[in-house]
């Protein structure tokens, strides 16, 4: 079982800059992938980064392509995103995602039905 709570959410201007968290309870975390979703209002939860359990491969959604990184620290059961020159239509609920499947795997999954676990979500809105 993982136990995941996101964190670092919050309000920013356009072009503006966060960073989020993504802590971990439970052994299998460092040896699966682990990916960012997010879900605006009357929207469908959308894809946004994933990362291999070791951080070799990394994908990411077309729309934060070139500004936002994810990146993990297995030693401390951790991941990241650090979003960069936001928009204000990258406003949602966000949400880190880990699954049981595929340890030490190079496959990166972007599909909400590939994950087994969820974090609660943080709110990130940007300001125009």
């Known amino acids: 079982q993982v136990q995941l709570v996101e964190s670092g959410g919050g309000l920013v201007q356009a072009g503006g800059s966060l960073r989020l968290s993504c802590a971990a309870s439970?052994?299998?975390?460092?040896?699966?992938?682990m990916g960012w979703f997010r879900q605006a209002p009357g929207k469908e939860r959308e894809f946004v980064a994933a990362?291999?359990?070791?951080?070799?491969?990394?994908d990411y959604a077309d729309s934060v392509k070139g500004r936002f990184t994810i990146s993990r620290d297995n030693a401390k059961n951790t991941a990241y995103l650090q979003m960069n020159s936001l928009k204000p239509e990258d406003t949602a609920v966000y949400y880190c995602?880990?699954?049981?499947?595929?340890?030490?795997?190079?496959?990166?999954?972007?599909?909400?039905?590939?994950?087994?676990?969820w974090g609660q979500g943080t709110q990130v809105t940007v300001s125009s």
């Open positions: 439970g052994r299998t975390f460092s040896l699966s992938p």
């Open positions: 990362i291999t359990w070791n951080g070799g491969y990394r």
């Open positions: 995602a880990s699954t049981k499947k595929w340890s030490r795997n190079t496959y990166i999954p972007r599909g909400t039905y590939e994950y087994d676990y």
